[in-house]
């Protein structure tokens, strides 16, 4: 599967952004996918997964209340939600697939991985 994030940019703190991920291929629907994020000078990091019926979600808790995954199917994508952004968020965000089981934090699970987009929260 190839993986196309988008939908990053500059925000002040406090505001929101959406970012998608468009995946390639018709077995969408049994991965797992995932979004990351790596600031500058710091190891990737997990934000949230989602399983592939989207019932399912996890998040690290820096983000839990103000982020939301989804995902939509029917059209290959998935989605990050992000409300009232923190200057701590600001890194380039990648989004992420898997097929095995489990809701794994760790880089290395992932098989298949977009090319990152930054999101950039001014203080």
């Known amino acids: 599967v190839q993986l196309q994030a988008s939908g990053g940019g500059l925000v002040p703190a406090g505001g929101s952004l959406r970012l998608s991920c468009a995946a390639s291929?018709?077995?969408?629907?049994?991965?797992?996918m995932a979004w990351f994020r790596q600031a500058p000078g710091k190891e990737r990091e997990f934000v949230a997964v989602?399983?592939?019926?989207?019932?399912?979600?996890y998040y690290t808790d820096s983000v839990k209340g103000r982020f939301t995954i989804s995902r939509d199917n029917a059209k290959n994508t998935v989605y990050l939600q992000m409300n009232s952004l923190k200057p701590e968020d600001t890194a380039l965000y990648y989004c992420?697939?898997?097929?095995?089981?489990?809701?794994?934090?760790?880089?290395?699970?992932?098989?298949?991985w977009g090319q990152g987009t930054q999101v950039t929260v001014s203080s």
């Open positions: 992420a697939a898997k097929t095995s089981l489990g809701f794994d934090p760790k880089a290395a699970a992932y098989s298949y």
């Open positions: 291929g018709r077995t969408f629907s049994t991965y797992r």
């Open positions: 989602i399983g592939w019926n989207g019932v399912s979600t």
